[in-house]
């Protein structure tokens, strides 16, 4: 059982940025970030797969504004989100799990309990 923990949200107004961060109990091979909003589905935000070399996806709409980076001695994984905007608001969750290149979140297999994150205009 992987055991994942994040911490760093909060509220921020637009423009403004904060960093997510997630510890995971043990290794990993794939990492993503996701988010869900009310009312929304969950959608992928970002996600990594170390095999050799680190292979990212980033959803188009945080795509030039979120950095996704992972400390694998650490068992880390950080979300760096510059430019917030409103349609940011959500509960971000970390999430591990593929031993494959991986970005739906079906494929994940074990979840953090998530971190609120609240732009304003």
């Known amino acids: 059982q992987v055991q994942l923990m994040e911490s760093g949200g909060g509220s921020v107004q637009a423009g403004g940025s904060l960093t997510l961060s997630c510890r995971a109990s043990?290794?990993?091979?794939?990492m993503g970030w996701f988010r869900q909003a009310p009312g929304k589905e969950r959608e992928t935000v970002a996600t990594?797969?170390?095999?050799?070399?680190?292979?990212?996806y980033y959803s188009d709409s945080v795509k030039g504004r979120f950095t996704i980076y992972r400390d694998i001695v650490q068992n880390t994984l950080t979300l760096r989100m510059n430019d917030l905007k409103p349609e940011d608001t959500a509960r971000y969750f970390c999430?591990?799990?593929?031993?494959?290149?991986?970005?739906?979140?079906?494929?994940?297999?074990?979840w953090g309990q998530g971190t609120q994150v609240t732009v304003s205009s």
């Open positions: 043990t290794y990993q091979r794939t």
């Open positions: 999430a591990a799990g593929p031993q494959r290149p991986a970005t739906s979140p079906a494929a994940f297999g074990y």
């Open positions: 990594v797969y170390s095999g050799g070399s680190n292979n990212y």
